[in-house]
């Protein structure tokens, strides 16, 4: 295939790229949307097979890759549970990252296929362009690494902070910069690789000091890197499809890390910084004992489903609890048997519950509640004044009243759900726990809310068999 | 004035016009260079801002609701990457870079299928309930 004929494929996979992330503004032109996408690549691939040059042998090896990566993919998404999907996308966005170190080193080692220099003689600015693409692609596969053992609870949520963390990262990325420079200068392959290796220290080191509960902004930031990743290995090979891919990706994810960090109404910096929400970090303010609260009301199952067969209007909400329980299913039963009773059910969706942008949408989405009935926090916030019941299983800090009263609180000014303005407030937890925020939530001691201790899945299957007595 | 001179002139003046000539060749030979390198990088970073753009504007488009799937989506489209690696293996004569270039296929393909796989998944779940 002559070199415009795959510029206009190309340019055709970039325009189906387009027009993929376009679909998802509805759920109705979604499916489209990923269908967009999936030929676009088929595309690209196709004709970077069909251009002139390739050897056989090259296409061979190609096809072995494509096969064996694709049978690994398949069975994963196959196989992964829907509660551990932040998991898989952060193990995805390290192969990304990887996968940009391995272009990078390849364009090294054979910089003719790319039209930018010979070996030992690479022009300057291709060297400037492949060593963004390899730290890039470094700092995504570690971090995600890290990001990936958190969520999946291979290594403890909380935040490791130790003494003169933030000065460490800021000399090696000092240090990174210099070898940046020493390496156009002289393009050393040793330089090459210790460029590799401080990259991958420092995404291991950027992430283990973010909280478990600030993971939705770390895989929106690492999905962010993962684009821009391809667009510098794009400048580096000069290829226009991974410049605009990239620069859709980076952009999108950087939108999510914006979105995800005004539902918690901190600067990306502050997040960064980490070592927000550790497991021991102090609870309550100081002085705000519990001894001048009213006690914690705490209620059965059954009290609940008799209140809620009386309730006309009932709003659910859904937080990382019901995920952690895969209480989902049983939720929509709870919901369908109330229907039947003739109450309004709505579902509230704060920004941040869950670990990913997004995570209880597709939690409710599978348990089969229609999309019509979920809401997003603006769209939802004011009817809690007129609801008989806030139905509240597993998210602490984003329904706390204390976001929107206590300055002195860790959550204040984040936006929340008015849970506290239904007519009655039940609430699913295992216990008296703080959130991940360690921010003792006030909701408990209002006289309006009932307790109901236990695991999400068991208490809301307690109160179906209730209901259907 | 006798036609010799007037010959004479016209050889001085053409001899001029032909050093003028060769200043200019070798004006633009150098700049040849540096303009050659500017040009498609210019051209690329063009390329790359506008497609920010896009991406901006085509992403709040997309629904809150659909979060999830479009962060399935770009990790998808993200390894688009294969490309480079496509080219390292097939263009390439050096066996380093056909080793990179087999795993950074391998690793991106996981990712391709994995990730438009899942987000079909989790698309598939967002029909439109009949009841």
Redesign the interface.
């Known amino acids: 295939m002559a070199q415009t004929l795959s510029t206009l494929a190309y340019l055709v996979a970039s325009v189906l790229f387009i027009l993929a992330l376009r679909g998802l503004s509805n759920p109705e032109t979604s499916r489209q949307g990923n269908l967009f996408g999936m030929v676009g690549m088929a595309i690209a691939i196709v004709a970077t097979l069909l251009k002139p040059g390739m050897g056989a042998g090259g296409i061979v090896i190609v096809l072995a890759g494509l096969a064996i990566g694709g049978t690994i993919g398949t069975v994963l998404a196959q196989r992964i549970q829907m509660t551990s999907l932040p998991q898989l996308v952060a193990a995805f966005h390290s192969l990304v990252g990887m996968a940009a170190v391995f272009v990078a080193a390849a364009a090294f080692y054979s910089p003719e296929s790319f039209g930018i220099g010979t070996v030992g003689n690479i022009k300057g600015a291709s060297l400037v362009e492949m060593s963004l693409g390899l730290a890039i692609g470094a700092i995504t596969f570690s971090g995600s690494v890290i990001a990936f053992a958190k969520l999946d609870g291979r290594m403890s949520g909380s935040p490791i902070i130790f003494k003169g963390q933030h000065m460490l990262n800021a000399a090696l990325g000092a240090l990174l910069l210099v070898l940046v420079i020493a390496f156009v200068i002289t393009g050393s392959p040793v330089l090459f690789w210790l460029i590799a290796l401080l990259s991958f220290a420092l995404g291991f080191l950027l992430i283990i000091p973010i909280g478990g509960a600030d993971m939705p902004v770390v895989v929106s930031m690492l999905n962010s890197y993962s684009g821009w990743a391809a667009a510098g290995i794009g400048f580096t090979i000069g290829n226009l499809l991974l410049i605009v891919t990239g620069a859709l990706v980076g952009a999108s994810g950087a939108i999510l890390s914006y979105i995800m960090c005004k539902g918690m109404n901190r600067s990306i910096i502050n997040v960064l910084l980490g070592g927000f929400g550790g497991d021991s970090g102090a609870a309550a303010g100081p002085g705000a004992g519990t001894a001048d609260r009213a006690p914690v009301k705490a209620g059965s199952p059954e009290d609940a489903a008799y209140i809620m067969k009386n309730a006309q209007k009932i709003i659910i909400v859904p937080g990382y609890g019901m995920a952690v329980a895969q209480a989902q299913q049983v939720v929509r039963e709870m919901a369908d048997l109330l229907k039947k009773e003739g109450a309004e059910i709505s579902y509230a969706i704060h920004p941040v519950a869950g670990r990913m942008p997004g995570h209880m949408n597709v939690l409710l989405a599978e348990a089969n509640v229609p999309y019509d009935e979920v809401h997003e926090l603006e769209e939802i916030n004011a009817e809690f004044a007129d609801a008989d019941v806030a139905y509240v299983i597993g998210a602490n800090d984003v329904t706390n009243p204390a976001a929107k009263t206590d300055k002195s609180s860790a959550i204040y000014g984040m936006p929340i759900l008015d849970v506290e303005r239904a007519k009655t407030v039940f609430f699913v937890k295992r216990g008296m726990a703080s959130g991940y925020a360690g921010v003792e939530n006030e909701l408990f001691f209002r006289p309006n809310t009932m307790m109901l201790f236990g695991d999400a899945k068991k208490v809301t299957q307690q109160i179906v068999q209730s209901l259907q007595k | 004035m006798n036609p010799i001179d007037i010959a004479n002139q016209a050889a001085a003046r053409a001899n001029e016009a032909l050093t003028l000539a060769e200043q200019a060749r070798r004006l633009a030979e150098a700049a040849a260079p540096v303009a050659a ?1 500017a040009e ?2 210019l051209l ?1 970073l063009t ?3 506008l ?2 753009f ?3 504007h ?37 066996i ?3 080793i ?30 009949g ?1």
């Open positions: 390198a498609p990088f690329l390329i790359f801002l497609a920010c896009v991406g901006y085509v992403v709040w488009n997309v629904t809150p609701a659909l979060h999830s799937p479009l962060m399935g989506v770009t990790n998808a489209i993200s390894s688009v990457i294969v490309v480079g690696a496509v080219l390292a293996t097939g263009l390439s004569d050096s380093a870079a056909k990179f270039g087999f795993l950074a296929v391998t690793l991106a393909s996981v990712n391709i299928f994995g990730g438009f796989m899942v987000t079909r998944r989790m698309l598939a779940m967002f029909k439109k309930k009841s």
